[in-house]
């Protein structure tokens, strides 16, 4: 059995060897990784590093992966020489590791260029799983941080950062962002589209040292010009580790110098990815490296035919809400060489193809990049565009997603990165009875690369498989598709006060019915009272404080705590009814009065007769409290469920929460006013309360979790306040508590609040009383109204002519 | 074919609707920041008030149950099954004054 040494555990050592194993060849593999984490996906770090994903998302290759394939792994070890002569590799742990064929698959470093205070605390590169830890740690709220290079690589890191809550410059040596992928009016339009989303870009200047003593403090630059900094992080480009290849003796330029079948120098040497040079040309980009891999593996197992004739560089920016792709060769300065363009400043649409001799040579698309797979099977293929020339730019529109996947043909590669064919992932699909988008990755690798192929894997999971289950991380909605989590991240993070700012940032600058009242509960939640209230973007029932019924009229419940009422109240509640013609006075299920089929034009005027607060009856917010009388009149009382409940109430009243809370109060465990299928519930019994939350008796019937168990009746109400705070910080928009409390598993509620640190839940108590210190009554919008016609009917200027 | 003025342009907030009656006509004006659009009032479904909906990009999602109504063409959009359609009026601004187009003979019947 021959023994096969793979130098570097990254993606393109990994691909290469997944391929090798295709080949089923007598191999004992063993593989040296200097990183101590399995083979994980590098260019999905920058969505680690903004919070998308943890890095438990990126593994591509698990442990049992290398156990199943019964490969040696040698994880934290860097090996420091080979011996060519003798075929063996030395390792930094002292051990030598005979091989017959070994593969480098070493990779890329940092490029740091040269400037003096490179080495200051504080000063990072971008590149792997614990450079991305590192920064993680290290950044906060406000943080000043420069990232030097206004690369795919420096951009993402920014704006990973920023997520973070940094407050980022982009220093850039060159005029243009991304000025290998693009042109300069690309450049421009992707830098509107970063400065939009509240990076700041200097363009132009060429940095010279790191300031600081010790520890970084600022950077300066070649004009002069100084800048503050706390942070600095260096991603300026990649320079191909090369000297385990120089030391084995092979030729080498930039990279390992490699021929059509990916052989170095030495018969018994290959080496894969960003460490090679082929044909003058070093690839940084995921795509060439697993076309590098296919012909490695068939030459290495002996079936040595296939050749690699290098690859269209493509990149695409990984940040969400900018979209750009660029692909070929896109500078038009060359002979012979002329573009098309297409550009819309309002939209942030722009399109450039160059062409050359009738042909595809280079495409950059920004802000639409639905046509990438045509134009990059233009490139691939070389198609002569000539009869095609009207219309380049202007694509007959696809129907639909499902249409879309159907035209393909079963030659039409899906997955660029692993080189997977529609009709490969359909026959996998019956063949191995592929169910999810997990199982098809595993299967055959499609989507693991880039991921910009997911929504076409999905699709033909669709078309093809009728029981087909989606996995995807539940996105509010698709006007601003981001996890509620990181919306309440970047809503707090970003500083963002308006639903509209979310959407344009965000978004598609639009919104809908879906996601419009979510944000608004998120910008309130997050920053109550200082946030911009847009009430277009709330529900009907929010703008004007009532509940809108089927017929067009609203209800009116004014708030009566713990549905303790007088006699008074009732006499101005009757008064109001006969007063406004009021069409039904109803007794409702939670112990208060409900006035049906008001018109719109008579709220506030019932508001002010009735002199009584808005009881919220029409939001997602706090609804009542339900109590039964408790000691104060019950002879089996324990505890004073009357006095607690109007108390919970009016400490809760008013707010608004992700859904709406319903409370219960009482005075011993017979549970007359229910309160153990009440959201919130506190159970009395001899000498304390039971404090229970989650409960339901909705379209679900659940009992309650007990929180706590609090001696006073202030430890009970205590409690309440700090779940219900607790909930409204981390519940999605639309969750009642019994789902959330399900979803997240009492024992961690617990944990985070009851049994949470005192300061933990003092902050929690803190937010909780600025957000109420901030809300009034609504009904006091009757005095100072939203604007000028929220409740009147608006009278035509002129008169219907008769 | 006749322009009726309705009301000052500012009574009617960026991306909302409000209800205006004229004779035995009831239509809603929206306000989406570029241009007003004229609508009927009632939703084809359950004859909710289109007015108090929420818009989405040139739509309005009726707020009874979520129908979407096209503000342009007055086709609904969801359920995508549905042909219904509502009534459009034309609609302009001059002088700050927003004013409806109605047809004559509705005008006189009214």
Not at chain 1, 397 to 409: Q, S, T, W, Y
Not at chain 1, 509 to 538: F, N, Q
């Amino acid at each position: 059995m021959e023994k096969l040494v793979v130098v570097g555990n990254g993606m393109a050592g990994m691909a290469c060897l997944e391929q090798i194993l295709r080949h089923q060849p007598d191999f004992r593999v063993t593989v040296f990784g200097d990183e101590t984490h399995v083979n994980y996906n590098r260019i999905q770090l920058s969505s680690v590093l903004a919070g998308e994903r943890e890095p438990d998302d990126i593994v591509l290759n698990s442990l049992e992966w290398y156990r199943e394939h019964d490969i040696d792994l040698r994880l934290g070890v860097r090996i420091t020489g080979i011996d060519a002569a003798n075929r063996t590799v030395a390792g930094d742990d002292g051990s030598v590791t005979r091989y017959d064929k070994l593969l480098l698959a070493t990779g890329s470093s940092p490029l740091i260029p040269p400037m003096a205070g490179s080495d200051k605390d504080g000063v990072f590169c971008f590149r792997n799983l614990n450079d991305t830890r590192a920064l993680l740690e290290r950044v906060r709220p406000g943080l000043k941080t420069v990232v030097i290079g206004g690369g795919l690589l420096g951009l993402e890191a920014a704006r990973g950062l920023q997520l973070q809550g940094a407050d980022v410059t982009v220093v850039h040596l060159m005029g243009t962002l991304m000025e290998r992928q693009l042109d300069v009016a690309g450049g421009q339009y992707l830098q509107r589209k970063i400065e939009a989303m509240g990076v700041k870009i200097l363009l132009s200047h060429n940095t010279t040292a790191i300031l600081g003593d010790g520890h970084v403090e600022g950077i300066a630059f070649v004009n002069g010009y100084r800048m503050e900094a706390d942070m600095v992080v260096i991603a300026v480009g990649i320079r191909p580790n090369v000297e385990l290849g120089r030391a084995a003796g092979l030729t080498v330029r930039r990279g390992i110098v490699v021929n059509d079948y990916m052989e170095t120098s030495d018969p018994a040497i290959f080496a894969v990815g960003e460490c090679v040079e082929h044909e003058g040309i070093v690839y940084g980009l995921v795509a060439p490296l697993y076309e590098q891999g296919k012909v490695l593996a068939a030459t290495i197992s002996g079936n040595r035919g296939p050749r690699y004739e290098g690859s269209v560089p493509e990149a695409k920016l990984k940040i969400m809400g900018v979209d750009v792709f660029s692909a070929g060769f896109v500078q038009e300065n060359a002979s012979g060489v002329e573009s098309v363009r297409y550009e819309d400043p309002s939209l942030g649409i722009y399109k450039k193809l160059t062409l050359k001799d009738g042909r595809l040579a280079g495409v950059i698309l920004i802000g639409d990049l639905s046509d990438s797979r045509r134009y990059m099977d233009w490139l691939r293929t070389g198609v002569d565009l000539t009869d095609k020339r009207r219309r380049l730019l202007s694509p007959e529109a696809l129907p639909d997603h499902g249409a879309n996947v159907a035209e393909l043909a079963d030659s039409e590669t899906i997955c660029g990165c692993n080189g997977v064919t529609k009709g490969a992932i359909v026959s996998a699909i019956h063949e191995r009875s592929i169910r999810t988008l997990a199982q098809l990755k595993q299967c055959t690798r499609a989507s693991t690369g880039c991921g910009s192929c997911t929504d076409l894997c999905v699709g033909l999971l669709k078309a093809v498989v009728p029981e087909f289950e989606e996995e995807k991380k539940k996105v509010l909605c698709e006007c601003v598709p981001f996890t509620q989590e990181s919306l309440r991240e970047i809503v707090r993070s970003q500083k963002l006060k308006s639903v509209q700012e979310v959407l344009d940032v965000y978004g598609n600058g639009k919104g809908c019915e879906i996601c419009k009242p979510a944000l608004s509960y998120m910008v309130d939640m997050t920053w109550c009272g200082e946030h911009e209230e847009d009430r277009s973007a709330r529900f009907i029932n929010d703008r004007v404080h009532a509940n809108i019924q089927r017929d067009g009229t609203f209800s009116v419940v004014p708030r009566i705590r713990g549905g303790v009422t007088s006699p008074a109240e009732l006499r101005r509640i009757a008064d109001v009814a006969e007063k406004y013609s009021v069409r039904m006075v109803k007794i409702t299920g939670s112990q208060r009065i409900d006035l049906l089929g008001v018109a719109k034009e008579d709220l506030p005027k019932i508001w002010a007769d009735l002199g009584m607060p808005s009881g919220q009856a029409y939001t997602k917010g706090v609804r009542m409290v339900k109590t039964c009388v408790g000691t104060e009149f019950c002879r089996y009382g324990t505890q004073d469920a009357i006095s607690a409940g109007v108390e919970l109430e009016r400490r809760l009243e008013n707010l608004y929460s992700p859904h709406k809370t319903k409370m219960g109060v009482v005075g011993c465990p017979r549970n007359c006013a229910e309160a153990t299928v009440k959201d919130i519930g506190l159970v009395g019994q001899e000498g304390s309360w039971q404090v229970v939350v989650g409960g339901a008796a909705g379209k679900k019937v659940r009992k309650a979790d007990l929180l706590i168990t609090a001696e006073t009746t202030e430890q009970a109400l205590e409690a309440a306040q700090i779940f219900f705070q607790y909930y409204r910080e981390q519940a999605n928009y639309l969750e009642r508590t019994y789902d959330f409390v399900e979803r997240v598993g009492i024992e961690k509620v617990r944990r985070e609040t009851v049994y949470a640190a005192r300061a933990v839940q003092e902050a929690l108590l803190a937010r909780l009383a600025k957000s109420k210190a901030l809300t009034p009554d609504a009904w006091l919008e009757r005095n100072q109204p939203h604007n000028p016609t929220q409740f009147v009917q608006i009278q035509p200027m002129e008169a219907v002519q008769v | 074919m006749s322009w009726i003025r309705i009301t000052e342009a500012e009574n009617i907030p960026l991306r909302e609707g409000r209800t205006i009656r004229f004779g035995s006509e009831e239509f809603a004006i929206f306000n989406l920041g570029q241009k007003f659009l004229a609508v009927s009032n009632r939703c084809p479904h359950q004859g909710g008030p289109l007015a108090d909906g929420i818009v989405a990009g040139d739509s309005v999602a009726c707020p009874l149950h979520g129908w979407k109504v096209c503000l342009s063409s007055g086709v609904v959009k969801r359920p995508a099954e549905q042909q219904a359609c509502v009534r459009s009026y034309p609609v302009k601004v001059v002088d700050g004054i927003v004013l409806v187009q109605i047809t004559a003979e509705r005008a006189e019947a009214a």
